[in-house]
């Protein structure tokens, strides 16, 4: 297995899972991010979309001008963009109460038993509130209709998002004060976000997705500076936008950046229905819920992974999508990967092997540097 390290590894993940990146308002992962990999790259950039992206020249030197930023500017590239999410699955504020409760609907694909009721953090535009996620006392009947048709010996219906509202202890007039309104972001709240150490080999948490996957990327960009190599083409390591409502980030970056292949890194699910599992090595899918991903990127990679020892699995996945697979479905990259970290209970509280940051990392560093053989 990948040799870990554990004080780049781990403490970063740490930090990242703490900080609060909502569909659309990543800007502190963002700022995590820059800040490890603006020493090992040729160039870093924020683009429209507000990806952050690193760049890492073939040849050892970026070129003069800004021409390698834009796919209109650079001519023809085998580059690849090889890309991880920054945004977590969040909710959304769409109404509040006189009583200052808020209702909420989510970003992304998500569910209130996805994380559980308890605290949230309401990001204001002039403070951030802690306030509960809450669906009401058990201890009621039928005259409690919203809370009685969830529970199991009763109306037995699936706890959505019309039966829970946050309770913030605030009036209408401090949660304006506040900058609440239609439309802010409600996170998890930190008290909710720490590793936890699971058996020894494996860890837990919320929003590992995509977290892990961001972590192995700067990972990657650091063990290429450190072990002084180069791509075989210049590659853009991008970190996208609302990749949870749509790709919307990685879309524009496989459009607007040179390259013709955009591999994306994910959490990958661990399910008998895969033949899948959280034990196994690194997640390879041939097809997603969006696309079939290029048999010979999909190939190379099982190939590195084999080379390595990482016992690596292919899969044919659904109800899943990347912005690899989003890039691929609208015509904006000719060819696609996805590469995963294997992960149990994904969209939920995840579970993953303590080596497979560092795993993925190695694989991505083998990929770009050693020449597509075509065998």
């Known amino acids: ?4 390290d554990d004080d780049f590894t781990e403490e970063l993940l740490r930090e990242l899972l703490l900080t609060y990146g909502p569909c659309g308002q990543e800007d502190e992962v963002r700022a995590i991010c820059a800040r490890e990999l603006e020493p090992v790259v040729d160039d870093m950039w924020t683009d429209d979309a507000g990806n952050l992206v690193g760049y890492v020249a073939a040849g050892g030197q970026s070129p003069p001008d800004d021409s390698h930023r834009s796919a209109a500017t650079a001519g023809p590239s085998g580059a690849a963009r090889v890309m991880a999410h920054m945004d977590e699955l969040s909710m959304l504020v769409k109404r509040i109460e006189p009583d200052g409760s808020l209702h909420l609907t989510q970003l992304g694909t998500m569910y209130p038993g996805n994380f559980g009721l308890g605290p949230v953090a309401v990001l ?22 919203r809370i009685w048709e969830t529970k199991p010996d009763q109306g037995d219906r699936s706890l959505d998002w019309h039966h829970v509202y946050v309770f913030t202890g605030r009036t209408r007039e401090e949660l304006s004060a506040a ?28 929003f590992l997705d995509d977290r892990a996957a961001v972590t192995a990327l700067l990972r990657a960009a650091r063990l290429l500076r450190e072990g002084g190599q180069r791509p075989a083409e210049d590659v853009y390591l991008v970190f996208t936008t609302n990749e ?52 010979d990127v999909a190939d190379r990679l099982m190939r590195i992974a084999t080379d390595r020892g990482l016992e690596p699995q292919a899969a044919v996945l659904g109800a899943f999508m990347s912005d690899a697979s989003h890039s691929k479905a609208n015509g ?38 050693r020449p597509d053989d075509g065998k």
């Open 1 to 4: 297995m990948a040799h870990r």
């Open 124 to 145: 204001g535009d002039r403070e951030t509130l802690t306030a509960v996620l809450t669906l009401g006392s058990e201890h009621t009947t039928k005259e409690s209709p």
């Open 179 to 206: 900058g609440v309104h239609a439309g802010t972001r409600v996170c998890v709240e930190r008290s909710k976000r720490a590793l936890v150490e699971i058996g020894g080999d494996y860890v837990g948490c919320y």
């Open 244 to 295: 949870e409502i749509g790709g919307v980030g990685g879309s524009y970056a496989s459009a607007a950046l040179p390259g013709t292949l955009t591999l994306a890194l994910e959490v990958g699910p661990t399910e008998q229905e895969y033949s899948t599992s959280v034990t196994g090595g690194p997640v390879v899918a041939y097809k997603d819920a969006m696309c079939v991903y290029d048999r």
């Open 332 to 369: 904006l990259t000719p060819r696609a990967g996805l590469l995963c970290l294997p992960t149990l209970s994904t969209h939920g509280y995840e579970v993953m092997s303590r080596d497979a940051i560092d795993a993925i990392a190695a694989i991505i560093v083998d990929f770009v540097v």
